[in-house]
Structures are given as structure tokens and as C-alpha cells.
T-cell receptor, first 118, second 115 residues
Framework: DTGVSQNPRHKITKRGQNVTFRCDPI?????LYWYRQTLGQGPEFLTY????????KSRLLSDRFSAERPKGSFSTLEIQRTEQGDSAMYLC????????????????FGNGTRLTVT | AQKITQTQPGMFVQEKEAVTLDCTYD???????LFWYKQPSSGEMIFLIY??????QNATEGRYSLNFQKARKSANLVISASQLGDSAMYFC????????????FGSGTQLTVLP
């Protein structure tokens, strides 16, 4: 079990540039989540995938943000025309959810990508 | 309304003593799960313990236990025999409903263990 892997660990970009982050979930996990965390706050939900389908998006996910999970394995989160308010830690998590549905499966988080927009 | 409320921004505890971190939640769904995570300064979120709304017993995992009071909608985390390595941010989170989607997190409690 290699855990959830996120790349890069840190990204510094200038305002207006586009950035893309990658997440590799735990291999047998069918659900993948993206969260954003600012300093001193808890993670805020952005979006999640069940296999390759994006099933839910938070209103926090403006049209500058797009996420994909093309083959139901790794996922990418792209932010276009970055703004200083996008500076945050972006966390990816994965879990396994059976057909019957279960609310007891924990999310397993990666180490995050810290984005700084200058 | 806040779904998860953690009213203690910071807590201190002496090494080897027990400490309780508070968490209250708000939901009208009878089916839900409550989770606690630890986030050290290195940043990774570590799952600690889970309690289901229908569980009759309080959850325990090693030195962690959950004081679940359903009528009060509280799910406090108890850490026994605190260690210096327990110093971290602790988050309470909830997943609501049978369809079991994302976790909603509280704002966290920064725990510092004193030698």
C-alpha cells in the first residue's frame, strides 16, 4: 500500500498563470476527493469522483477550476488564471465505497500540494 | 449553520495526562458517521477513529476513544496518556446520509503536549 500520492508538493506561480496538480489514489479505491485547506482552517470539499464520473462539485469550485479522472485512476486538478486567493493547500483523498453504500469508510489523504500565487 | 463545531482553537496538556477535544455536530439525518483526523505540522491528514450513528458502544482505538453522546450531538475525542508526538491539529468530521458522500470538517483544535 503506497498511499495517496500528490505532485508537486509545492507550487509557486504568478497571478494569471495556469497550474495543474496530480493525485494518484490508493489503487483499489474507487472514490477520489479534492479538498482545499487554508491556514488554520479545516479542509473544504471541492469535488469528488466515483471511478471516472465526477458526481459532485462544491460551489467553491469556480469555473476557473476543473478536475478530471479520465480512466478512474489518477486525477488532475487545474486552476486557470490563478488569483492570490487561490493560495492554499490542495488535498487529495481516496476511499473505497461498496455498491450498498457505507458511511464508515474513512478518507485517506495525500500530503497535499501547497500553492502560492504571487 | 455550522455542521461541525470545534470550540477549542488551542489546548495544552501535560505529557502522560489525558485530554478531551470537543466536537459537536448538526444533522437531521439519522444515518451519519463521525471521524477524527490528526494533522501534524508536516501536513498529512491521519485518520484516527470512527463512530457510526447507530453504534451502541463508544469507539476505541488504542489511546484514542470517542465519547459519543447522541442526544447532545457531541463526539468528543479523548486521548489518554498524552505523548509529545500527539502535538498536532485535530479535526472532527462528519459524513451524512446513506448515500455517503464527502466528509465535512470542523475548524480544528491545536493540541500542544508539554514535557
Amino acid at each position: 500500500d503506497t498511499g495517496v500520492s500528490q505532485n508537486p508538493r509545492h507550487k509557486i506561480t504568478k497571478r494569471g498563470q495556469n497550474v495543474t496538480f496530480r493525485c494518484d489514489p490508493i489503487s483499489e479505491h474507487n472514490r477520489l476527493y479534492w479538498y482545499r485547506q487554508t491556514l488554520g482552517q479545516g479542509p473544504e470539499f471541492l469535488t469528488y469522483f466515483q471511478n471516472e464520473a465526477q458526481l459532485e462539485k462544491s460551489r467553491l469550485l469556480s469555473d476557473r477550476f476543473s478536475a478530471e479522472r479520465p480512466k478512474g485512476s489518477f486525477s488532475t486538478l487545474e486552476i486557470q488564471r490563478t488569483e492570490q486567493g487561490d493560495s492554499a493547500m490542495y488535498l487529495c483523498a481516496s476511499s473505497f465505497q461498496g455498491i450498498s453504500g457505507s458511511y464508515n469508510s474513512p478518507l485517506h489523504f495525500g500530503n497535499g500540494t501547497r500553492l502560492t500565487v504571487t | 449553520a455550522q455542521k461541525i463545531t470545534q470550540t477549542q482553537p488551542g489546548m495544552f496538556v501535560q505529557e502522560k495526562e489525558a485530554v478531551t477535544l470537543d466536537c459537536t455536530y448538526d444533522t437531521s439525518d439519522p444515518s451519519y458517521g463521525l471521524f477524527w483526523y490528526k494533522q501534524p505540522s508536516s501536513g498529512e491528514m491521519i485518520f484516527l477513529i470512527y463512530q457510526g450513528s447507530y453504534d451502541q458502544q463508544n469507539a476505541t482505538e488504542g489511546r484514542y476513544s470517542l465519547n459519543f453522546q447522541k442526544a447532545r450531538k457531541s463526539a468528543n475525542l479523548v486521548i489518554s496518556a498524552s505523548q509529545l508526538g500527539d502535538s498536532a491539529m485535530y479535526f472532527c468530521a462528519m459524513r451524512e446520509g446513506q448515500r455517503a458522500r464527502q466528509l465535512t470538517f470542523g475548524s480544528g483544535t491545536q493540541l500542544t503536549v508539554l514535557p
